[in-house]
């Protein structure tokens, strides 16, 4: 049966019940069933796509073929194992024909009677009988011959080699990480779904925000679905594996730009702190961050709130080794905003805390996975 489904992101008229004959689909309320379509590997003019393996089918029967041939080849060599050769005419022949043959399948039993000699058995024969391994070397092809072929493949795929079990054009350095075009495929896959994952995702939470029976008809998600206000986050892991305690210590610099006191003067500490809850593997990250940092309390604006004192200088030594202590400057008079900068002080001491601890963990998670 023919049918048509509505774009995800089309409302059609409600009298409308066939196009050309052929029905809409609903589902059991009424409703009409939305799909999103997504096309892969084609034209600008094209309505529907092609799959992106659709290139690389006819080299993999190829190289299953060839494969498969080698096989049937190297078993076939490996019918007859030795080659015996006598002097002593027919009765030698027929002697060394009892001895070497086998009593399976002889009068419907399958019973060896006549096993072969163990492993590091000697050939004791007198003059004129010689017994040679049967030489198949040079009978067959290299399986390394059909290289080409898996590399048409794997080109069709855009993945290297090594991603086929080829370890021979590895290194230390290809195992622990990616060339450049392949970790940027990988990348533009995963935007590529982010966005399809986003649209699905605000889709599905605006009908439900503004149906009668929606679940989230109540929640506080209906006001900004009518808005268009509904946001979602999207995360992949990481393509590449990174030290996770130089990610941890980059994040870190970031946030405070290397100072000693610990001062967040660098990117949002909300910001900072999610990177670094992401960075160790926290579930539930969200939920983490708005128990820390409550939307209704926190403010990023950092024009609201004095500006930390600066770091202090190295102090410099004098001749003997000692550091040369400065004249004191002038106290200015207090100006009664003593608070505001107790409240800051106490404020980086509590970001500096919150730091060593996530430093903390992520030495204990590294040496546990270690």
């Not at 409703?31 to 089918?57: I, N």
Request: charged share 25%; aromatic share 6%; hydrophobic share 40%.
């Amino acid at each position: 049966q023919e049918a048509w489904y509505v774009a995800m992101d089309y409302t059609p008229p409600a009298n409308i019940k066939a196009i050309k004959g052929h029905p809409l689909v609903k589902d059991k309320t009424g409703q009409f069933v939305p799909v999103m379509h997504v096309k892969e590997g084609a034209l600008a003019k094209w309505h529907f796509g092609c799959p992106l393996v659709y290139s690389a089918l006819d080299w993999a029967r190829a190289y299953k073929h060839f494969l498969e041939d080698w096989c049937t080849i190297t078993r076939a060599l490996a019918r007859f194992a030795w080659t015996v050769e006598t002097q002593g005419g027919a009765p030698a022949i027929a002697n060394f024909k009892s001895i070497l043959n086998t009593t399976l399948g002889n009068d419907g039993t399958s019973i060896e009677t006549n096993p072969p000699p163990v492993v590091g058995s000697a050939f004791i024969t007198g003059p004129g009988n010689k017994l040679t391994p049967m030489k198949t070397s040079n009978s067959t092809s290299d399986p390394e011959q059909g290289r080409r072929v898996l590399l048409m493949v794997a080109s069709a795929l855009d993945l290297p080699e090594t991603f086929f079990g080829d370890a021979s054009t590895g290194s230390l350095a290809t195992a622990q990480s990616l060339d450049r075009p392949t970790e940027l495929k990988f990348m533009q896959r995963q935007e590529k779904w982010k966005e399809i994952f986003n649209k699905i995702g605000k889709y599905v939470l605006s009908q439900s925000a503004m149906a009668p029976g929606g679940k989230l008809k109540e929640s506080q998600f209906a006001e900004a679905a009518a808005k268009k206000e509904i946001e979602i986050r999207v995360d992949f892991p990481s393509v590449l594996e990174h030290d996770q305690l130089e990610a941890i210590n980059s994040i870190v610099a970031a946030m405070t730009l290397n100072n000693t006191q610990g001062q967040v003067v660098g990117i949002d500490e909300k910001v900072g702190v999610r990177e670094l809850l992401h960075e160790l593997g926290v579930e539930d990250i969200e939920t983490v961050i708005e128990a820390m940092y409550p939307d209704s309390e926190y403010d990023a604006d950092r024009t609201k709130e004095p500006e930390p004192p600066p770091t202090p200088a190295t102090p410099q030594l004098g001749p003997d080794g000692k550091p040369i202590t400065p004249a004191p400057a002038p106290q200015p008079a207090p100006q009664g905003k003593q608070p505001v900068k107790a409240k800051a002080k106490a404020k980086a001491d509590q970001t500096e805390a919150a730091i060593n601890a996530l430093k903390k963990a992520a030495n204990k998670l590294i040496e546990r996975r270690r």
